[in-house]
Protein backbone atom coordinates (compact mmCIF):
# COMPACT_ATOMS: atom_id res chain seq x y z
CA UNK A 1 0.00 0.00 0.00
CA UNK A 2 0.98 3.65 -0.93
CA UNK A 3 2.53 5.60 2.25
CA UNK A 4 -0.04 8.41 3.22
CA UNK A 5 0.09 10.72 6.23
CA UNK A 6 -2.76 9.87 8.84
CA UNK A 7 -4.11 13.35 10.60
CA UNK A 8 -7.23 13.21 12.82
CA UNK A 9 -9.71 16.78 12.73
CA UNK A 10 -11.45 17.71 15.95
CA UNK A 11 -13.77 19.73 14.16
CA UNK A 12 -14.92 20.48 10.50
CA UNK A 13 -12.43 23.85 10.61
CA UNK A 14 -9.51 21.59 11.34
CA UNK A 15 -10.53 19.26 9.06
CA UNK A 16 -10.79 21.97 6.11
CA UNK A 17 -7.96 23.03 6.74
CA UNK A 18 -5.81 19.85 6.49
CA UNK A 19 -7.69 19.13 3.29
CA UNK A 20 -7.77 22.03 1.35
CA UNK A 21 -4.26 22.43 -0.36
CA UNK A 22 -3.61 18.79 -0.39
CA UNK A 23 -5.36 17.52 -4.19
CA UNK A 24 -4.05 14.55 -2.63
CA UNK A 25 -6.22 14.42 0.41
CA UNK A 26 -9.36 12.28 1.24
CA UNK A 27 -11.86 12.32 4.27
CA UNK A 28 -11.73 8.79 6.16
CA UNK A 29 -15.04 7.70 7.52
CA UNK A 30 -15.30 4.37 8.60
CA UNK A 31 -12.92 3.39 6.59
CA UNK A 32 -15.00 -0.14 5.28
CA UNK A 33 -14.82 0.79 1.89
CA UNK A 34 -11.63 3.43 1.23
CA UNK A 35 -10.05 1.21 3.64
CA UNK A 36 -10.10 -1.52 0.59
CA UNK A 37 -9.95 0.41 -2.12
CA UNK A 38 -6.13 1.21 -0.39
CA UNK A 39 -5.02 -2.11 -0.52
CA UNK A 40 -6.40 -2.65 -3.50
CA UNK A 41 -3.96 0.01 -5.37
CA UNK A 42 -7.60 1.43 -6.95
CA UNK A 43 -7.24 4.38 -4.93
CA UNK A 44 -3.96 5.93 -3.02
CA UNK A 45 -4.05 9.07 -1.02
CA UNK A 46 -1.20 10.76 0.30
CA UNK A 47 -3.17 12.49 3.36
CA UNK A 48 -5.85 10.59 5.54
CA UNK A 49 -8.18 13.12 7.08
CA UNK A 50 -10.10 10.71 9.97
CA UNK A 51 -13.50 12.96 10.58
CA UNK A 52 -15.11 10.09 11.44
CA UNK A 53 -15.08 11.22 15.40
CA UNK A 54 -16.54 14.90 14.36
CA UNK A 55 -19.39 15.54 16.46
CA UNK A 56 -21.69 14.79 13.73
CA UNK A 57 -23.27 11.66 15.74
CA UNK A 58 -26.37 12.47 16.80
CA UNK A 59 -29.95 11.59 15.14
CA UNK A 60 -32.27 14.53 15.95
CA UNK A 61 -35.81 14.29 15.43
CA UNK A 62 -37.44 17.67 15.23
CA UNK A 63 -41.16 18.71 16.59
CA UNK A 64 -41.98 19.15 12.68
CA UNK A 65 -41.37 15.38 11.65
CA UNK A 66 -38.20 15.89 10.16
CA UNK A 67 -35.04 14.27 11.41
CA UNK A 68 -31.19 15.49 11.42
CA UNK A 69 -28.98 12.42 11.03
CA UNK A 70 -25.19 13.44 11.58
CA UNK A 71 -23.02 12.36 8.99
CA UNK A 72 -20.72 10.14 11.37
CA UNK A 73 -23.83 8.43 13.14
CA UNK A 74 -23.36 4.69 11.86
CA UNK A 75 -25.16 2.50 9.71
CA UNK A 76 -26.06 0.20 12.35
CA UNK A 77 -26.92 2.82 15.27
CA UNK A 78 -29.53 4.52 12.86
CA UNK A 79 -30.57 0.96 11.54
CA UNK A 80 -31.57 0.47 15.37
CA UNK A 81 -33.00 4.20 15.57
CA UNK A 82 -36.82 4.08 17.56
CA UNK A 83 -37.40 7.20 16.02
CA UNK A 84 -35.90 6.11 12.55
CA UNK A 85 -37.83 2.64 12.69
CA UNK A 86 -41.13 3.54 13.99
CA UNK A 87 -41.44 6.36 10.93
CA UNK A 88 -39.27 5.89 8.35
CA UNK A 89 -38.74 1.89 7.93
CA UNK A 90 -37.78 2.34 4.20
CA UNK A 91 -34.75 3.52 5.50
CA UNK A 92 -34.19 1.00 8.55
CA UNK A 93 -34.88 -1.90 6.10
CA UNK A 94 -33.02 -0.36 3.38
CA UNK A 95 -29.76 -0.29 5.80
CA UNK A 96 -30.39 -3.85 7.47
CA UNK A 97 -30.60 -5.19 3.92
CA UNK A 98 -26.90 -3.92 3.51
CA UNK A 99 -23.47 -5.40 4.38
CA UNK A 100 -23.31 -6.83 8.02
CA UNK A 101 -23.42 -6.20 11.19
CA UNK A 102 -20.10 -5.58 11.49
CA UNK A 103 -19.83 -3.58 8.77
CA UNK A 104 -22.92 -1.45 9.90
CA UNK A 105 -21.05 -1.19 13.10
CA UNK A 106 -17.85 1.13 11.55
CA UNK A 107 -19.55 2.33 8.30
CA UNK A 108 -21.00 6.15 8.52
CA UNK A 109 -24.02 7.96 6.82
CA UNK A 110 -21.44 10.14 4.83
CA UNK A 111 -19.19 7.45 3.91
CA UNK A 112 -22.06 5.14 2.72
CA UNK A 113 -23.32 8.25 0.44
CA UNK A 114 -19.73 8.17 -1.06
CA UNK A 115 -18.41 4.27 -1.27
CA UNK A 116 -17.58 3.60 -4.66
CA UNK A 117 -18.87 0.87 -7.32
CA UNK A 118 -18.30 -2.53 -7.04
CA UNK A 119 -17.69 -3.17 -10.66
CA UNK A 120 -14.85 -6.05 -10.80
CA UNK A 121 -12.93 -3.72 -13.54
CA UNK A 122 -12.76 -0.46 -11.03
CA UNK A 123 -11.26 -3.24 -8.42
CA UNK A 124 -8.68 -4.61 -10.06
CA UNK A 125 -5.98 -2.64 -11.01
CA UNK A 126 -4.63 -4.96 -13.89
CA UNK A 127 -7.56 -4.03 -15.90
CA UNK A 128 -8.58 -0.56 -18.14
CA UNK A 129 -11.45 1.58 -16.67
CA UNK A 130 -12.29 4.56 -17.22
CA UNK A 131 -13.72 5.74 -13.82
CA UNK A 132 -10.50 4.61 -12.55
CA UNK A 133 -7.75 6.16 -15.18
CA UNK A 134 -9.91 8.07 -17.83
CA UNK A 135 -9.56 6.87 -21.63
CA UNK A 136 -8.13 3.87 -20.42
CA UNK A 137 -11.63 2.04 -21.61
CA UNK A 138 -14.50 -0.06 -20.35
CA UNK A 139 -13.96 -3.58 -20.59
CA UNK A 140 -17.36 -4.40 -18.82
CA UNK A 141 -19.18 -3.52 -21.51
CA UNK A 142 -18.04 -7.09 -23.58
CA UNK A 143 -16.97 -8.23 -20.65
CA UNK A 144 -18.77 -8.99 -16.92
CA UNK A 145 -22.01 -6.69 -16.83
CA UNK A 146 -24.52 -9.03 -14.82
CA UNK A 147 -24.46 -6.64 -11.48
CA UNK A 148 -23.84 -3.67 -13.88
CA UNK A 149 -26.24 -0.67 -14.87
CA UNK A 150 -28.87 -0.40 -17.53
CA UNK A 151 -29.99 3.32 -16.63
CA UNK A 152 -28.51 6.04 -16.63
CA UNK A 153 -25.05 4.27 -18.51
CA UNK A 154 -22.81 5.37 -21.19
CA UNK A 155 -20.24 3.75 -23.74
CA UNK A 156 -17.78 4.87 -21.21
CA UNK A 157 -18.88 3.54 -18.12
CA UNK A 158 -21.80 1.15 -17.15
CA UNK A 159 -20.91 0.93 -12.75
CA UNK A 160 -23.96 1.10 -10.96
CA UNK A 161 -24.08 2.78 -7.54
CA UNK A 162 -23.86 0.20 -4.52
CA UNK A 163 -25.51 1.80 -1.73
CA UNK A 164 -29.06 0.33 -0.56
CA UNK A 165 -29.19 3.52 1.73
CA UNK A 166 -29.03 6.13 -0.34
CA UNK A 167 -31.83 4.41 -2.12
CA UNK A 168 -34.04 4.61 0.48
CA UNK A 169 -33.03 8.02 0.98
CA UNK A 170 -33.99 9.50 -2.50
CA UNK A 171 -37.03 7.97 -1.80
CA UNK A 172 -37.47 10.11 1.43
CA UNK A 173 -36.29 13.02 -0.47
CA UNK A 174 -33.39 13.49 1.83
CA UNK A 175 -30.94 16.43 1.56
CA UNK A 176 -27.35 16.25 2.07
CA UNK A 177 -25.92 19.01 4.14
CA UNK A 178 -22.32 20.06 2.81
CA UNK A 179 -19.76 22.33 4.37
CA UNK A 180 -17.30 23.62 1.78
CA UNK A 181 -13.46 24.37 2.59
CA UNK A 182 -14.16 28.03 2.97
CA UNK A 183 -16.40 27.36 6.07
CA UNK A 184 -19.79 28.11 4.30
CA UNK A 185 -22.56 25.29 3.58
CA UNK A 186 -25.22 24.27 0.95
CA UNK A 187 -27.59 22.10 0.87
CA UNK A 188 -27.93 19.37 -1.81
CA UNK A 189 -30.81 16.79 -2.40
CA UNK A 190 -29.31 13.45 -1.83
CA UNK A 191 -30.90 11.89 -5.84
CA UNK A 192 -28.61 15.36 -7.10
CA UNK A 193 -25.78 14.75 -5.30
CA UNK A 194 -24.68 12.10 -7.94
CA UNK A 195 -23.49 12.77 -11.66
CA UNK A 196 -23.97 10.28 -14.24
CA UNK A 197 -21.08 9.23 -16.43
CA UNK A 198 -21.28 10.26 -19.92
CA UNK A 199 -17.77 10.81 -20.99
CA UNK A 200 -16.33 11.64 -17.33
CA UNK A 201 -17.14 8.38 -15.74
CA UNK A 202 -14.41 9.57 -13.08
CA UNK A 203 -16.19 12.59 -11.57
CA UNK A 204 -18.97 11.15 -9.58
CA UNK A 205 -20.64 13.71 -7.47
CA UNK A 206 -21.17 17.40 -6.91
CA UNK A 207 -19.17 17.58 -4.45
CA UNK A 208 -15.79 20.18 -4.46
CA UNK A 209 -12.63 18.76 -3.22
CA UNK A 210 -12.94 19.39 0.81
CA UNK A 211 -16.81 19.55 0.41
CA UNK A 212 -17.39 17.90 3.53
CA UNK A 213 -21.13 16.15 4.28
CA UNK A 214 -22.27 17.13 8.06
CA UNK A 215 -25.58 15.62 8.07
CA UNK A 216 -28.51 14.12 5.70
CA UNK A 217 -31.76 15.55 6.38
CA UNK A 218 -35.30 13.81 6.13
CA UNK A 219 -38.34 15.72 5.66
CA UNK A 220 -41.70 14.68 7.54
CA UNK A 221 -43.06 11.39 5.73
CA UNK A 222 -46.13 12.41 3.64
CA UNK A 223 -49.11 11.98 5.77
CA UNK A 224 -50.69 8.31 6.31
CA UNK A 225 -47.20 6.41 4.12
CA UNK A 226 -46.38 3.53 4.19
CA UNK A 227 -43.07 2.20 3.18
CA UNK A 228 -40.92 -0.50 2.32
CA UNK A 229 -37.77 -1.51 0.87
CA UNK A 230 -36.90 -4.99 -1.28
CA UNK A 231 -34.20 -6.35 -2.39
CA UNK A 232 -33.41 -8.73 -4.94
CA UNK A 233 -29.69 -10.77 -4.66
CA UNK A 234 -27.70 -13.78 -5.61
CA UNK A 235 -28.22 -15.13 -2.04
CA UNK A 236 -30.30 -14.36 1.12
CA UNK A 237 -28.18 -12.52 3.13
CA UNK A 238 -24.42 -10.04 2.72
CA UNK A 239 -24.91 -9.00 -1.24
CA UNK A 240 -25.42 -6.41 -3.21
CA UNK A 241 -28.69 -5.89 -5.00
CA UNK A 242 -29.14 -7.09 -8.75
CA UNK A 243 -32.23 -4.74 -8.35
CA UNK A 244 -34.09 -3.05 -5.30
CA UNK A 245 -36.85 -0.67 -5.01
CA UNK A 246 -37.76 1.52 -2.01
CA UNK A 247 -41.49 2.58 -2.38
CA UNK A 248 -43.70 5.24 -0.41
CA UNK A 249 -47.67 5.21 -1.28
CA UNK A 250 -50.29 6.82 0.52
CA UNK A 251 -53.76 6.07 -0.26
CA UNK A 252 -56.67 8.61 -0.48
CA UNK A 253 -60.11 7.35 0.94
CA UNK A 254 -61.35 7.09 -2.51
CA UNK A 255 -58.50 4.36 -3.20
CA UNK A 256 -56.39 6.58 -5.43
CA UNK A 257 -52.41 7.58 -4.97
CA UNK A 258 -52.48 10.65 -3.04
CA UNK A 259 -48.85 10.10 -3.01
CA UNK A 260 -46.35 7.48 -4.16
CA UNK A 261 -42.44 7.34 -4.65
CA UNK A 262 -40.45 4.98 -6.19
CA UNK A 263 -36.60 4.57 -6.22
CA UNK A 264 -34.90 1.74 -7.66
CA UNK A 265 -31.44 0.25 -6.93
CA UNK A 266 -28.56 -1.80 -8.67
CA UNK A 267 -29.85 -0.41 -12.03
CA UNK A 268 -27.81 2.82 -11.99
CA UNK A 269 -24.61 4.53 -11.69
CA UNK A 270 -26.84 6.47 -8.68
CA UNK A 271 -30.02 5.70 -6.69
CA UNK A 272 -32.64 6.07 -9.46
CA UNK A 273 -35.79 8.11 -8.51
CA UNK A 274 -38.30 6.63 -10.93
CA UNK A 275 -40.12 10.09 -11.77
CA UNK A 276 -41.57 8.98 -15.20
CA UNK A 277 -43.43 5.62 -12.87
CA UNK A 278 -44.18 8.23 -10.01
CA UNK A 279 -46.07 10.83 -12.71
CA UNK A 280 -48.39 8.18 -14.10
CA UNK A 281 -49.59 6.99 -11.30
CA UNK A 282 -50.07 10.02 -9.22
CA UNK A 283 -53.38 10.12 -8.47
CA UNK A 284 -54.66 7.49 -10.39
CA UNK A 285 -55.46 3.96 -9.41
CA UNK A 286 -53.18 1.61 -9.25
CA UNK A 287 -54.52 -1.03 -10.61
CA UNK A 288 -52.30 -3.92 -12.23
CA UNK A 289 -52.53 -2.66 -16.10
CA UNK A 290 -51.75 1.20 -14.64
CA UNK A 291 -48.79 -0.20 -11.94
CA UNK A 292 -47.41 -2.24 -15.35
CA UNK A 293 -47.57 0.73 -17.95
CA UNK A 294 -45.79 3.08 -15.28
CA UNK A 295 -43.13 0.73 -15.09
CA UNK A 296 -42.45 -0.17 -18.59
CA UNK A 297 -42.19 3.54 -18.78
CA UNK A 298 -39.68 4.38 -16.37
CA UNK A 299 -37.49 1.52 -18.31
CA UNK A 300 -38.09 2.47 -21.57
CA UNK A 301 -34.91 4.16 -22.05
CA UNK A 302 -32.94 1.78 -20.42
CA UNK A 303 -29.58 0.64 -22.58
CA UNK A 304 -29.17 -3.48 -21.35
CA UNK A 305 -26.36 -5.28 -22.07
CA UNK A 306 -26.91 -8.94 -22.81
CA UNK A 307 -25.91 -10.30 -19.40
CA UNK A 308 -27.76 -7.91 -17.28
CA UNK A 309 -31.04 -7.69 -19.22
CA UNK A 310 -33.03 -9.79 -17.04
CA UNK A 311 -32.95 -6.25 -14.73
CA UNK A 312 -35.06 -4.44 -17.23
CA UNK A 313 -37.82 -7.15 -16.32
CA UNK A 314 -36.71 -7.68 -12.99
CA UNK A 315 -37.46 -3.95 -11.92
CA UNK A 316 -40.48 -3.75 -13.75
CA UNK A 317 -42.11 -6.02 -11.73
CA UNK A 318 -40.41 -4.91 -8.23
CA UNK A 319 -42.47 -1.66 -9.21
CA UNK A 320 -45.17 -3.18 -9.62
CA UNK A 321 -45.14 -5.23 -6.80
CA UNK A 322 -43.91 -2.18 -4.32
CA UNK A 323 -46.65 -0.36 -4.98
CA UNK A 324 -48.87 -3.03 -5.31
CA UNK A 325 -48.34 -4.65 -1.79
CA UNK A 326 -48.50 -1.53 0.04
CA UNK A 327 -52.07 -0.39 -1.43
CA UNK A 328 -53.23 -4.09 -0.60
CA UNK A 329 -51.79 -3.81 3.11
CA UNK A 330 -54.14 -2.55 5.94
CA UNK A 331 -51.97 -1.96 8.78
CA UNK A 332 -50.13 1.12 9.24
CA UNK A 333 -51.70 2.78 7.17
CA UNK B 1 -5.65 1.74 22.99
CA UNK B 2 -6.55 -0.96 25.80
CA UNK B 3 -6.52 -4.44 24.08
CA UNK B 4 -8.13 -7.50 26.55
CA UNK B 5 -8.06 -5.14 29.01
CA UNK B 6 -4.00 -4.34 28.92
CA UNK B 7 -3.39 -0.41 27.61
CA UNK B 8 -0.82 -1.01 24.30
CA UNK B 9 1.34 2.40 23.67
CA UNK B 10 3.14 1.41 20.27
CA UNK B 11 4.67 3.36 17.14
CA UNK B 12 3.11 1.99 14.30
CA UNK B 13 3.32 2.71 10.52
CA UNK B 14 -0.26 4.53 9.31
CA UNK B 15 -0.40 1.55 6.84
CA UNK B 16 -0.92 -1.11 10.05
CA UNK B 17 -4.70 -2.37 10.46
CA UNK B 18 -5.66 -3.57 13.53
CA UNK B 19 -5.74 -7.09 12.57
CA UNK B 20 -1.94 -6.61 11.88
CA UNK B 21 -1.37 -5.03 15.09
CA UNK B 22 -3.22 -8.00 17.32
CA UNK B 23 -1.58 -10.62 15.05
CA UNK B 24 1.74 -9.39 14.27
CA UNK B 25 2.93 -6.99 16.81
CA UNK B 26 1.23 -8.79 19.70
CA UNK B 27 0.87 -12.13 18.54
CA UNK B 28 -2.38 -12.54 19.44
CA UNK B 29 -3.24 -14.88 16.72
CA UNK B 30 -6.81 -15.78 17.42
CA UNK B 31 -8.10 -13.43 15.45
CA UNK B 32 -7.31 -14.46 11.43
CA UNK B 33 -6.93 -12.96 8.29
CA UNK B 34 -8.88 -15.16 5.59
CA UNK B 35 -10.04 -12.44 2.84
CA UNK B 36 -8.69 -9.29 4.45
CA UNK B 37 -11.19 -7.51 2.69
CA UNK B 38 -14.33 -8.03 5.33
CA UNK B 39 -16.07 -10.77 3.26
CA UNK B 40 -15.21 -13.21 5.30
CA UNK B 41 -15.53 -12.15 9.00
CA UNK B 42 -12.88 -14.28 10.25
CA UNK B 43 -10.84 -11.23 12.16
CA UNK B 44 -14.33 -9.52 13.99
CA UNK B 45 -13.42 -8.35 17.05
CA UNK B 46 -15.48 -6.24 19.57
CA UNK B 47 -14.36 -2.33 19.54
CA UNK B 48 -15.72 -0.54 22.51
CA UNK B 49 -18.07 -3.55 22.85
CA UNK B 50 -19.16 -4.03 19.22
CA UNK B 51 -18.02 -5.96 16.44
CA UNK B 52 -16.20 -5.01 13.57
CA UNK B 53 -13.89 -6.49 10.62
CA UNK B 54 -10.60 -5.61 12.07
CA UNK B 55 -8.84 -5.96 8.46
CA UNK B 56 -11.11 -2.93 7.43
CA UNK B 57 -9.71 -0.50 10.39
CA UNK B 58 -6.33 1.31 10.38
CA UNK B 59 -5.06 0.57 13.74
CA UNK B 60 -4.22 4.25 14.01
CA UNK B 61 -8.28 5.56 14.29
CA UNK B 62 -8.22 2.37 16.78
CA UNK B 63 -6.05 4.62 19.06
CA UNK B 64 -8.00 5.48 22.95
CA UNK B 65 -10.82 2.80 22.03
CA UNK B 66 -10.75 -0.77 24.03
CA UNK B 67 -10.80 -3.63 21.57
CA UNK B 68 -11.43 -7.23 23.04
CA UNK B 69 -10.37 -9.84 20.44
CA UNK B 70 -11.00 -13.68 20.72
CA UNK B 71 -8.22 -14.13 23.71
CA UNK B 72 -10.29 -11.45 26.23
CA UNK B 73 -13.64 -12.92 25.45
CA UNK B 74 -13.48 -15.01 28.73
CA UNK B 75 -13.02 -11.98 30.92
CA UNK B 76 -15.91 -10.07 29.98
CA UNK B 77 -17.91 -13.14 31.75
CA UNK B 78 -17.38 -12.37 35.39
CA UNK B 79 -15.12 -15.24 36.75
CA UNK B 80 -15.85 -17.98 34.09
CA UNK B 81 -12.96 -19.87 32.32
CA UNK B 82 -14.95 -19.53 29.10
CA UNK B 83 -17.45 -16.95 27.74
CA UNK B 84 -20.92 -18.61 27.93
CA UNK B 85 -20.57 -17.97 23.66
CA UNK B 86 -17.53 -19.63 23.54
CA UNK B 87 -18.93 -22.87 26.07
CA UNK B 88 -22.10 -23.35 23.99
CA UNK B 89 -19.89 -23.12 20.14
CA UNK B 90 -18.06 -26.12 22.28
CA UNK B 91 -21.52 -27.93 23.42
CA UNK B 92 -23.10 -27.83 20.06
CA UNK B 93 -20.46 -28.58 18.00
CA UNK B 94 -20.24 -25.16 16.52
CA UNK B 95 -16.85 -25.54 14.22
CA UNK B 96 -14.97 -28.31 12.75
CA UNK B 97 -11.38 -27.04 11.63
CA UNK B 98 -11.36 -23.74 13.87
CA UNK B 99 -10.45 -21.26 11.42
CA UNK B 100 -13.60 -18.77 11.38
CA UNK B 101 -14.63 -19.81 15.35
CA UNK B 102 -12.60 -16.78 16.82
CA UNK B 103 -14.48 -14.20 14.18
CA UNK B 104 -17.73 -16.65 14.62
CA UNK B 105 -17.62 -15.74 18.77
CA UNK B 106 -16.56 -12.33 18.61
CA UNK B 107 -19.30 -11.71 16.12
CA UNK B 108 -22.21 -13.81 17.98
CA UNK B 109 -21.47 -11.28 20.80
CA UNK B 110 -21.42 -8.40 19.48
CA UNK B 111 -25.19 -9.75 17.46
CA UNK B 112 -26.53 -10.79 20.76
CA UNK B 113 -25.63 -7.10 22.48
CA UNK B 114 -27.53 -5.43 19.27
CA UNK B 115 -30.29 -7.86 19.74
CA UNK B 116 -30.19 -7.08 23.43
CA UNK B 117 -31.02 -3.65 22.59
CA UNK B 118 -34.03 -4.76 20.79
CA UNK B 119 -32.52 -3.74 17.27
CA UNK B 120 -34.24 -5.63 14.27
CA UNK B 121 -32.76 -7.27 11.37
CA UNK B 122 -33.65 -7.88 7.95
CA UNK B 123 -35.49 -10.78 8.69
CA UNK B 124 -37.63 -9.23 12.19
CA UNK B 125 -41.26 -8.92 10.99
CA UNK B 126 -42.08 -5.72 12.63
CA UNK B 127 -38.94 -3.22 12.08
CA UNK B 128 -40.61 -0.92 14.65
CA UNK B 129 -40.90 -3.42 17.25
CA UNK B 130 -37.64 -4.80 16.75
CA UNK B 131 -37.05 -8.00 18.47
CA UNK B 132 -37.68 -8.01 22.93
CA UNK B 133 -34.12 -8.92 23.77
CA UNK B 134 -31.75 -11.70 22.73
CA UNK B 135 -33.78 -14.42 23.90
CA UNK B 136 -36.33 -13.86 21.49
CA UNK B 137 -33.95 -14.69 18.79
CA UNK B 138 -34.77 -17.86 16.01
CA UNK B 139 -32.70 -19.48 13.87
CA UNK B 140 -33.70 -17.61 11.06
CA UNK B 141 -32.86 -14.23 12.92
CA UNK B 142 -29.45 -15.81 13.72
CA UNK B 143 -28.23 -16.68 10.14
CA UNK B 144 -29.31 -13.60 8.78
CA UNK B 145 -26.95 -11.70 11.75
CA UNK B 146 -24.13 -13.83 11.70
CA UNK B 147 -24.09 -13.75 7.83
CA UNK B 148 -20.80 -11.58 7.79
CA UNK B 149 -18.87 -14.99 9.67
CA UNK B 150 -18.52 -17.54 6.66
CA UNK B 151 -17.59 -21.61 7.36
CA UNK B 152 -16.13 -23.12 4.73
CA UNK B 153 -16.57 -25.97 6.65
CA UNK B 154 -19.86 -25.52 6.52
CA UNK B 155 -20.56 -25.88 10.64
CA UNK B 156 -23.38 -23.60 10.33
CA UNK B 157 -26.03 -25.42 11.82
CA UNK B 158 -24.09 -25.88 15.16
CA UNK B 159 -22.76 -22.25 15.21
CA UNK B 160 -26.87 -21.37 15.07
CA UNK B 161 -27.50 -23.43 17.80
CA UNK B 162 -24.72 -22.38 19.92
CA UNK B 163 -25.78 -18.78 19.47
CA UNK B 164 -29.55 -19.91 20.18
CA UNK B 165 -28.74 -21.38 23.51
CA UNK B 166 -25.81 -18.59 24.72
CA UNK B 167 -29.00 -16.06 23.84
CA UNK B 168 -31.40 -18.02 26.19
CA UNK B 169 -33.35 -19.14 23.41
CA UNK B 170 -35.80 -21.82 24.45
CA UNK B 171 -34.41 -25.17 22.49
CA UNK B 172 -36.11 -27.32 20.68
CA UNK B 173 -38.59 -25.12 18.51
CA UNK B 174 -35.79 -23.24 17.34
CA UNK B 175 -33.51 -26.38 16.79
CA UNK B 176 -36.53 -27.65 14.83
CA UNK B 177 -36.67 -24.45 12.80
CA UNK B 178 -32.61 -24.52 12.22
CA UNK B 179 -33.37 -27.50 10.29
CA UNK B 180 -35.93 -26.59 8.30
CA UNK B 181 -33.72 -23.50 7.25
CA UNK B 182 -31.15 -25.69 6.52
CA UNK B 183 -33.19 -27.41 4.27
CA UNK B 184 -34.80 -24.23 2.47
CA UNK B 185 -31.38 -23.23 2.43
CA UNK B 186 -29.91 -26.00 0.21
CA UNK B 187 -32.99 -25.64 -2.17
Redo the contacts between chains.
Sequence with gaps: ?K????A?AGDAAEAAALIADRPDAVY?GG??NL??LM?LGVTGPGL?V?V?RLPYDRIEHRDDGSVLIGATVRN?DL??D?GI??RF?LL??AL??G?????R??ATVGGNLLQRTRCGYFQDVTKPCNKREPGTGCPAIQGAHRDLAVLGTSGHCVASHPSDMAVALVALDAVAHVRSVDGGSRTVPVAELYLLPGDTPHKETVLDHGDLITAVELPPPPHGARMRYRKVRDR???AFALVSVATSVSVADDGSLRDVRIALGGVAPRPWRARVAEERLRGGRPDEEALREAARAELADARPLPDNAFKVDLAIDLIVAGVRDLVARKDRA | MRINGTPHSMTID??T?LLDVLRERLGLTGSKKGC???QC?AC?VL?DG????SC???A??A?DREIVSIEGVADLADGEALHPVQRAFLDHDGLQCGYCTPGQIC?AI??LG?AG??????V?ED??A?VADASALDAREV???????LCRCGAYNGIVEAVLEAAGAQGPQDTATAATSAAG?AR
Design positions: MEFTYRLGTVDKLDSGAGPRAPAQLAASGQLTVWSY | NRTDHGGTLERVNLMFVTESGAERGWPSHTIAGRERMSGNG
